[in-house]
């Protein structure tokens, strides 16, 4: 009976390996088939492109899932136990912590009570930042809420330690300005965090400050307690917006300070931007572009035409003409300047387009078992479109032409757009963009 049974085994292991082979043939078979799938991320790219954020092709992607299919065989079901891009919208941040000198840490003010998420979503995005980026925070806050959030939210040990090893100092205020509240009421309320922040800042405690409140109380603010640059009438909200190119952002200003504004007030964003360009973002000769309807100089209302011509004949920077709606994440300009009603408009509809799409990757993805195993081998593209698309991957804006760095954040922040915010306080701070800053001083930028 051995030998009868050592058959019957050999002939079920052959099923087996048979099977196997059926259902990679099948799988194979099926992704070359579903054209939805790899049409409609290659649409999603095509359009990111657009946008400025998504690069790559989803074909190399199918081509190299086809030819490895057979190393996959033995994974095939794991991926049907999870819904890929259900957990790429989720978020991850399961960071690694990185080994830092402390000795090149910089402090930066962080206006804990500022924003809808405060302070509990401000400081676990503190918490996170102190691991991974080499600064110290000097946390401003009401003392009681801070502490009653870091409990709630299970950081109480966390935020002890950072105290402890000195990467963290928390600065009791007292009540905040509400999102609500007038632009004038950091005046009445002297020992709000907004304040208290900023005078870290004048007193030279910290390098940097950072809010999600209030926007134009933290305006507000600066211009009170920091001051002006000489020679800027208005300082401008400078936003980075990712183009096609992954290391090449533009920069968008104003973004919502000046709501109306003079073809003075465009030319002084203009410098401000080609100063921060070059020294933050390491362009050589940062390309100039004012938004417009038409890329001739005869197109625009009023205050482009008498923009237009200003910026034409400054000598101190690069003016690449007239930039059109569809340019501005084209990559062909490196700093983009208007007024501060379109800037808010521009960057409130850029930051809807992340989220939209991947809603429509949803929608679009064959659902069941199959749609399942497509949309994982896709992983790693949608990774990619969604942290490319996600504001909070950018976190926050310069607030330019005032005596300090100041970083503002989305009012309804969270802790990985607070990572990001400090990311760009601390790029600001460590590449001394206030020394040349404030050799505007030294000459008159007001046109004529």
């Known amino acids: 009976m051995a030998p009868k049974d050592t058959?019957?085994?050999?002939?079920?292991?052959?099923?087996q390996k048979g099977n196997r082979s059926r259902a990679i043939r099948r799988l194979v078979i099926w992704y070359r088939r579903n054209t939805a799938v790899t049409t409609i991320v290659d649409t999603a790219a095509n359009s990111a492109s657009a946008a400025g954020n998504v690069a790559g092709t989803v074909v190399s992607s199918a081509g190299s899932v086809v030819t490895s299919a057979g190393s996959m065989a033995g994974s095939v079901l794991q991926p049907l136990v999870f819904d890929p891009l259900r957990r790429l919208q989720g978020g991850d941040n399961n960071a690694?912590?990185?080994d830092i000198d402390d000795s090149e840490r910089l402090w930066i003010a962080v206006d804990g009570m500022g924003g809808d998420n405060a302070p509990g979503q401000i400081l676990d995005g503190c918490l996170q930042a102190i691991q991974r980026l080499s600064i110290r925070i000097k946390f401003v806050g009401e003392s009681h809420k801070v502490l009653?959030?870091?409990?709630e939210m299970g950081l109480d040990e966390l935020l002890e330690e950072a105290i402890q090893t000195g990467h963290l100092e928390l600065i009791s205020s007292g009540p905040s300005v509400e999102m609500n509240e007038e632009a004038t009421a950091v005046r009445r309320k002297r020992d709000a965090s907004i304040n208290v922040a900023m005078d870290l800042v004048k007193k030279g405690k910290a390098m940097a400050v950072y809010s999600a409140g209030n926007s134009g109380a933290l305006m507000a603010a600066a211009i009170f307690r920091l001051g002006r640059l000489q020679g800027i009438d208005r300082p401008a909200i400078g936003a980075l917006f990712p183009t096609k190119d992954p290391g090449q952002p533009v920069l968008v200003l104003d973004v919502g300070a000046n709501m109306d504004c003079k073809p003075t007030y465009l030319h002084q964003f203009s410098l401000l931007g080609n100063i921060y360009?070059?020294?933050?973002?390491?362009i050589h000769e940062p390309r100039?572009?004012?938004?417009?309807?038409?890329?001739?100089?005869?197109?625009?209302?009023?205050?482009?035409l008498q923009t237009y011509e200003l910026l034409s004949k400054e000598e101190r920077f690069k003016f690449a003409g007239n930039c059109e709606g569809r340019d501005v994440l084209s990559g062909e300009f490196d700093v983009v300047v208007c007024d501060g009603f379109t800037g808010n408009v521009l960057l409130k509809f850029l930051e809807s387009v992340g989220s939209v799409l991947l809603d429509v990757l949803r929608a679009e993805l064959p659902r069941g078992r199959r749609g399942k195993v497509g949309s994982a081998f896709l992983r790693t593209n949608l990774r990619r479109i969604k942290k490319r698309l996600d504001h909070a991957e950018h976190g926050g804006a310069l607030l330019l032409g005032v005596n300090g760095i100041c970083v503002i954040g989305h009012g309804s922040s969270k802790a990985l757009s607070v990572v990001s915010a400090l990311r760009l306080a601390h790029s600001a701070a460590n590449h001394g963009v206030m020394d040349d800053l404030a050799q505007l001083q030294n000459s008159s930028v007001r046109a004529v």
């Open 7 to 15: 058959d019957t085994n050999a002939a079920f292991g052959l099923r």
């Open 96 to 98: 690694e912590k990185i």
């Open 148 to 151: 009653n959030a870091a409990k």
């Open 277 to 282: 360009s070059r020294d933050v973002l390491q």
């Open 288 to 304: 100039i572009g004012l938004l417009n309807i038409g890329e001739e100089s005869c197109k625009g209302n009023e205050l482009a």
